[in-house]
C-alpha cells in the first residue's frame, strides 16, 4: 500500500509540473496554452540529444534554459500581439503552434519511439516496505516538491511574485496601478514553458518519446487545472496529488472504471464548484 | 491528432519509364488506412514503409500484370470510429483495396461495411481472432498471424518452463483481451493456472500500478500483450522496478524488431512469439531482404515483413484474376498458393486466413547487436487454427 501511494505521488508530481505551466500562463494572459503538451514534447527531445550522448544533467539545464528562451518568444510573438484579440484566436494559434511542432520535431528526430537512459547516479532501487522501488522515481517526487516550493515562496516572499498574484487575479486593474503586466508576463510565460522543458526531461525515462507524447499527458494535466481552479497555484499542486492517486488506486481497485474516474472527479467538482477547489478569484 | 495525413502516388517517378502499353490498363489502387499518430504510430510508419517498397518495385518492374500501382493513406489513429471514416473516404475515392490498419478493432470496424461498399479489407497486422474466425465476412482476408497461431505457438514453450504462476498484462482492446484469454487456456492446460490478469488501457503513461499487482500476486512469469508506445513505456518501467530481471518475461508483439531498437538493454533475454524475421533462410527472403536493405540501409521488421507478404498476396491474385476490379480480386484470392517470402502458403478458402509457419525466441545479442532470435520453428500445419467462420 505504502508503494502505491508513493506511485500515485510520482505521477501526480509530474502532472503537477505540467499543470502549474498551464496555471502560470492562464493566469496572466487568460487564455489555455493547447501547445503546452507539445513544448513539454519539445523539451523532452532536447534534453534526450544530450542525455543519450551520456549528459543528462546538462540536458535537463539546456532544455530548461532553451525552453525559457521558446516561452518568452511565444509571449512576445503570440500572447503580447493578440491580446487585443478574442481569447478564442490566441487558443487557435496554440492549437496551430500544437501541430508545428509536432511537425518539427517529427522532421528533427523522426517518428520512431526513443527510450530515454536514467542518469547513472538515480539508476537503481532502493527497498520501501521490502519492495524494490527505483531510486529515479523518489528523484521525481523530490523535483515537484523542490518546484512547489519554490514557486510557492517566490509568490509569497517577493514582490514579483505580489504582482504575479496581483495580476492573475486581475490584469487591468493591476496594469492601471503602474505595474508593467507585459514584462511581467514574458517573465511568467518563459518559467511556465521553462518548466514544460524541465518536465519532459523529467518525464523522459519513464515514458516513450514520440512527436504525439504530449498528448497524452496534456489531457490529464488540464483535468489537474480545471479541478483545482483556473488560476490557482495552490489548488494545482493538491488536484494534482489527487489525479495521481486516483489514476493509481483506480487501476488496481477499479480497473473497469480506470480511464473514467479522473473525468467523473471533473465533473462532479464542476457541479459543486464550478470555479475548482481553490478557484475563489473571478 | 487532428491531422488527415494524406499522401499520394509516391511512386509516380518511377513509373514513367513503363511503356505506354502498360499504362493504358485500369491502375490498381489501393487504399492505406493506418495510424500515424496514435498509439502504435510506429507501427503504421513501417506498414507504409512496406507499402512504398512493395508499391515501388511492382511498377518499377513495369507495374501488376500491366497495372500499375497507386496508393492514397489516411491516418486512422488507431482508432475504429475514425477508421471506418477513414476507409468510407478511401473507397469513395476510388481506392477499394483496403490495407493497413493496426488495431483489432478497426479491423473488425470495417470488414462488415466491405460488401456494401463494394472493396475488400486485406489485413496485415490484426491479430484477433474474430476478423476471420466468428466474425468474419466475406471480402476480408487475413495474410497476419493471428492470435489463435500464436497461442498454439506458445504452448509447447510453455509444456518446458518450471513457472506454473503467471501473470498477464494486456491491452483493453479485442486483441488484447482475446490473445489474455488464449494464454490463460494454455496456462491452465500446461499444469500452470494464473495469479492476476491485468488490461491497461492504450496510451497508458504510468505502469507502476500494474508493475506492483503482478509483484504482490507472487508471479513468476508474465506475458505481455502490448505494442508499440505501450509496450516500450511498460518495458523501460518494469526493468526501473527490477522486475524484468526477478521474473521470466514474454510476449507478443512486445519485443518487436522495432521496440527492440527503442529499448536497448531493458528488452534482453525477453522471450516472444516471432511472426516474421528477416534471418529467415528461404531464398525469396534473402533476395527481399537484400533489396530492402540495399534502399533502407535497414533489414526489414516482422511488421515490414508481413505487410509485404500482403501485397505479394495481393499481387498474385490480381495476375491470377487479370483484372483489378475488386469482384474478380475478391474471387482469385481464396484458396490458393502464393509464393512468399515465408515460402508457399496456402490462402484457406474457409476463412480467408492465410496459413503461415509462427516462431518462438529471445531477445539478444547478436554481432553485438541485440534483436529478436528465432530458437523454435512451428509448422504451418501444426498452428493452423480451427475453422469457425460461416460464410463464404
Given at each position: 500500500?505504502?508503494?502505491?501511494?508513493?506511485?500515485?505521488?510520482?505521477?501526480?508530481?509530474?502532472?503537477?509540473?505540467?499543470?502549474?505551466?498551464?496555471?502560470?500562463?492562464?493566469?496572466?494572459?487568460?487564455?489555455?496554452?493547447?501547445?503546452?503538451?507539445?513544448?513539454?514534447?519539445?523539451?523532452?527531445?532536447?534534453?534526450?540529444?544530450?542525455?543519450a550522448?551520456?549528459?543528462w544533467?546538462?540536458?535537463?539545464?539546456?532544455?530548461?534554459?532553451?525552453?525559457?528562451?521558446?516561452?518568452?518568444?511565444?509571449?512576445?510573438?503570440?500572447?503580447?500581439?493578440?491580446?487585443?484579440?478574442?481569447?478564442?484566436?490566441?487558443?487557435?494559434?496554440?492549437?496551430?503552434?500544437?501541430?508545428?511542432?509536432?511537425?518539427?520535431?517529427?522532421?528533427?528526430?523522426?517518428?520512431?519511439?526513443?527510450?530515454?537512459?536514467?542518469?547513472?547516479?538515480?539508476?537503481?532501487?532502493?527497498?520501501?516496505?521490502?519492495?524494490?522501488?527505483?531510486?529515479?522515481?523518489?528523484?521525481?517526487?523530490?523535483?515537484?516538491?523542490?518546484?512547489?516550493?519554490?514557486?510557492?515562496?517566490?509568490?509569497?516572499?517577493?514582490?514579483?511574485?505580489?504582482?504575479?498574484?496581483?495580476?492573475?487575479?486581475?490584469?487591468?486593474v493591476?496594469?492601471?496601478?503602474?505595474?508593467?503586466?507585459?514584462?511581467?508576463s514574458?517573465?511568467?510565460?518563459?518559467?511556465?514553458?521553462?518548466?514544460?522543458g524541465l518536465s519532459?526531461?523529467?518525464?523522459?525515462?519513464?515514458?516513450?518519446?514520440?512527436?504525439?507524447?504530449?498528448?497524452?499527458?496534456?489531457i490529464?494535466?488540464?483535468?489537474?487545472?480545471?479541478?483545482?481552479?483556473?488560476?490557482?497555484?495552490?489548488?494545482?499542486?493538491?488536484?494534482?496529488?489527487?489525479?495521481?492517486?486516483?489514476?493509481?488506486?483506480?487501476?488496481?481497485?477499479?480497473?473497469?472504471?480506470?480511464?473514467?474516474?479522473?473525468?467523473?472527479?471533473?465533473?462532479?467538482?464542476?457541479?459543486?464548484?464550478?470555479?475548482?477547489?481553490?478557484?475563489?478569484?473571478? | 491528432?487532428?491531422?488527415?495525413?494524406?499522401?499520394?502516388?509516391?511512386?509516380?517517378?518511377?513509373?514513367?519509364?513503363?511503356?505506354?502499353?502498360?499504362?493504358?490498363?485500369?491502375?490498381?489502387?489501393?487504399?492505406?488506412?493506418?495510424?500515424?499518430?496514435?498509439?502504435?504510430?510506429?507501427?503504421?510508419?513501417?506498414?507504409?514503409?512496406?507499402?512504398?517498397?512493395?508499391?515501388?518495385e511492382?511498377?518499377?518492374?513495369?507495374?501488376?500484370?500491366?497495372?500499375?500501382?497507386?496508393?492514397k493513406?489516411?491516418?486512422?489513429?488507431?482508432?475504429?470510429?475514425?477508421?471506418?471514416?477513414?476507409?468510407?473516404?478511401?473507397?469513395?475515392?476510388?481506392?477499394?483495396?483496403?490495407?493497413?490498419?493496426?488495431?483489432?478493432?478497426?479491423?473488425?470496424?470495417?470488414?462488415?461495411?466491405?460488401?456494401?461498399?463494394?472493396?475488400?479489407?486485406?489485413?496485415?497486422?490484426?491479430?484477433?481472432?474474430?476478423?476471420?474466425?466468428?466474425?468474419?465476412?466475406?471480402r476480408?482476408?487475413?495474410?497476419?498471424?493471428?492470435?489463435?497461431?500464436?497461442?498454439?505457438?506458445?504452448?509447447?514453450?510453455?509444456?518446458?518452463?518450471?513457472?506454473?504462476?503467471?501473470?498477464?498484462?494486456?491491452?483493453?482492446?479485442?486483441?488484447?483481451?482475446?490473445?489474455?484469454?488464449?494464454?490463460?487456456?494454455?496456462?491452465?492446460?500446461?499444469?500452470?493456472?494464473?495469479?492476476?490478469?491485468?488490461?491497461?488501457?492504450?496510451?497508458?503513461?504510468?505502469?507502476?500500478?500494474?508493475?506492483?499487482?503482478?509483484?504482490?500476486?507472487?508471479?513468476?512469469?508474465?506475458?505481455?500483450?502490448?505494442?508499440?508506445?505501450?509496450?516500450?513505456?511498460?518495458?523501460?518501467?518494469?526493468?526501473?522496478?527490477?522486475?524484468?530481471?526477478a521474473?521470466?518475461?514474454?510476449?507478443?508483439?512486445?519485443?518487436?524488431?522495432?521496440?527492440?531498437?527503442?529499448?536497448?538493454?531493458?528488452?534482453?533475454?525477453?522471450?516472444?512469439?516471432?511472426?516474421?524475421?528477416?534471418?529467415?533462410?528461404?531464398?525469396?527472403?534473402?533476395?527481399?531482404?537484400?533489396?530492402?536493405?540495399?534502399?533502407?540501409?535497414?533489414?526489414?521488421?516482422?511488421?515490414e515483413?508481413?505487410?509485404?507478404?500482403?501485397?505479394?498476396?495481393?499481387?498474385?491474385?490480381?495476375?491470377?484474376?487479370?483484372?483489378?476490379?475488386?469482384?474478380?480480386?475478391?474471387?482469385?484470392?481464396?484458396?490458393?498458393?502464393?509464393?512468399?517470402?515465408?515460402?508457399?502458403?496456402?490462402?484457406?478458402?474457409?476463412?480467408?486466413?492465410?496459413?503461415?509457419?509462427?516462431?518462438?525466441?529471445?531477445?539478444?545479442?547478436?554481432?553485438?547487436?541485440?534483436?529478436?532470435?528465432?530458437?523454435?520453428?512451428?509448422?504451418a500445419?501444426?498452428?493452423?487454427?480451427?475453422?469457425?467462420?460461416?460464410?463464404?
Open positions: 500500500m505504502a508503494i502505491q501511494l508513493l506511485n500515485g505521488i510520482v505521477y501526480g508530481g509530474l502532472l503537477y509540473l505540467l499543470a502549474v505551466g498551464l496555471v502560470l500562463i492562464f493566469g496572466l494572459r487568460e487564455v489555455v496554452n493547447f501547445a503546452h503538451g507539445a513544448l513539454f514534447m519539445l523539451g523532452s527531445y532536447i534534453g534526450f540529444t544530450l542525455a550522448a551520456g549528459h544533467w546538462l540536458g535537463l539545464l539546456v532544455s530548461v534554459v532553451a525552453m525559457a528562451a521558446v516561452g518568452c518568444l511565444l509571449d512576445v510573438l503570440v500572447f503580447r500581439s493578440l491580446r487585443k484579440h478574442d481569447h478564442i484566436v490566441t487558443v487557435l494559434i496554440t492549437f496551430g503552434l500544437l501541430l508545428i511542432l509536432e511537425t518539427v520535431v517529427t522532421v528533427t528526430w523522426g517518428k520512431a519511439y526513443l527510450s530515454y537512459p536514467v542518469p547513472k547516479l538515480l539508476d537503481g532501487t532502493v527497498t520501501i516496505a521490502g519492495s524494490p522501488f527505483p531510486i529515479y522515481r523518489l528523484f521525481i517526487i523530490v523535483v515537484s516538491l523542490l518546484v512547489a516550493g519554490g514557486l510557492a515562496a517566490w509568490l509569497r516572499y517577493t514582490r514579483m511574485g505580489l504582482y504575479v498574484r496581483a495580476a492573475s487575479t486581475n490584469a487591468h493591476t496594469s492601471i496601478q503602474g505595474i508593467d503586466v507585459d514584462r511581467l514574458l517573465v511568467v510565460v518563459g518559467l511556465g514553458t521553462a518548466l514544460a519532459g526531461v523529467v518525464a523522459g525515462p519513464l515514458l516513450t518519446l514520440s512527436p504525439t507524447m504530449g498528448n497524452y499527458i496534456l490529464d494535466s488540464f483535468i489537474v487545472v480545471v479541478i483545482g481552479g483556473l488560476g490557482s497555484f495552490a489548488g494545482a499542486f493538491f488536484a494534482a496529488l489527487l489525479i495521481g492517486q486516483i489514476h493509481n488506486l483506480g487501476a488496481i481497485y477499479l480497473p473497469w472504471a480506470a480511464t473514467m474516474l479522473p473525468f467523473l472527479l471533473m465533473i462532479g467538482i464542476l457541479i459543486w464548484r464550478p470555479t475548482g477547489f481553490a478557484g475563489s478569484r473571478t | 491528432m487532428f491531422k488527415a495525413v494524406m499522401m499520394t502516388g509516391v511512386a509516380l517517378g518511377a513509373m514513367l519509364s513503363v511503356s505506354g502499353a502498360a499504362l493504358a490498363a485500369d491502375p490498381l489502387k489501393i487504399g492505406v488506412a493506418t495510424d500515424m499518430s496514435g498509439t502504435y504510430a510506429s507501427l503504421g510508419e513501417e506498414v507504409m514503409r512496406a507499402t512504398r517498397f512493395a508499391i515501388d511492382a511498377n518499377a518492374a513495369g507495374g501488376v500484370d500491366g497495372h500499375k500501382v497507386e496508393f493513406s489516411y491516418d486512422t489513429e488507431a482508432k475504429p470510429d475514425v477508421a471506418r471514416r477513414q476507409v468510407e473516404k478511401l473507397v469513395m475515392e476510388g481506392y477499394p483495396v483496403i490495407t493497413g490498419m493496426i488495431a483489432s478493432g478497426e479491423g473488425l470496424a470495417i470488414a462488415p461495411l466491405m460488401q456494401r461498399w463494394g472493396s475488400l479489407y486485406i489485413s496485415v497486422v490484426n491479430k484477433a481472432d474474430e476478423l476471420t474466425g466468428a466474425n468474419c465476412a466475406p476480408v482476408f487475413r495474410v497476419n498471424t493471428q492470435s489463435a497461431m500464436d497461442a498454439a505457438t506458445v504452448k509447447p514453450w510453455l509444456k518446458e518452463r518450471k513457472e506454473k504462476k503467471w501473470a498477464v498484462v494486456a491491452i483493453d482492446i479485442a486483441w488484447g483481451r482475446g490473445s489474455a484469454e488464449l494464454f490463460s487456456k494454455a496456462v491452465k492446460e500446461t499444469g500452470g493456472n494464473m495469479v492476476a490478469e491485468l488490461f491497461p488501457p492504450a496510451n497508458t503513461n504510468d505502469f507502476a500500478p500494474y508493475i506492483e499487482q503482478i509483484k504482490k500476486a507472487g508471479a513468476e512469469g508474465v506475458w505481455v500483450v502490448l505494442a508499440g508506445r505501450d509496450a516500450v513505456n511498460f518495458a523501460q518501467q518494469s526493468k526501473q522496478f527490477g522486475l524484468t530481471d521474473i521470466t518475461v514474454a510476449g507478443v508483439s512486445f519485443t518487436t524488431d522495432g521496440t527492440v531498437k527503442t529499448l536497448g538493454d531493458s528488452a534482453k533475454g525477453v522471450f516472444g512469439i516471432i511472426n516474421y524475421s528477416s534471418t529467415l533462410d528461404t531464398p525469396e527472403n534473402k533476395a527481399f531482404v537484400k533489396a530492402w536493405t540495399d534502399k533502407y540501409k535497414v533489414p526489414p521488421t516482422n511488421f515483413g508481413e505487410a509485404y507478404l500482403g501485397y505479394q498476396v495481393l499481387f498474385q491474385a490480381v495476375k491470377d484474376a487479370k483484372s483489378v476490379k475488386t469482384d474478380d480480386i475478391v474471387k482469385a484470392l481464396p484458396g490458393k498458393t502464393y509464393d512468399t517470402i515465408m515460402g508457399k502458403l496456402v490462402l484457406r478458402a474457409e476463412d480467408r486466413q492465410l496459413l503461415k509457419p509462427n516462431y518462438f525466441g529471445i531477445v539478444e545479442a547478436v554481432n553485438g547487436e541485440l534483436r529478436p532470435v528465432v530458437k523454435t520453428t512451428v509448422a500445419a501444426d498452428v493452423a487454427p480451427e475453422v469457425v467462420c460461416k460464410t463464404k
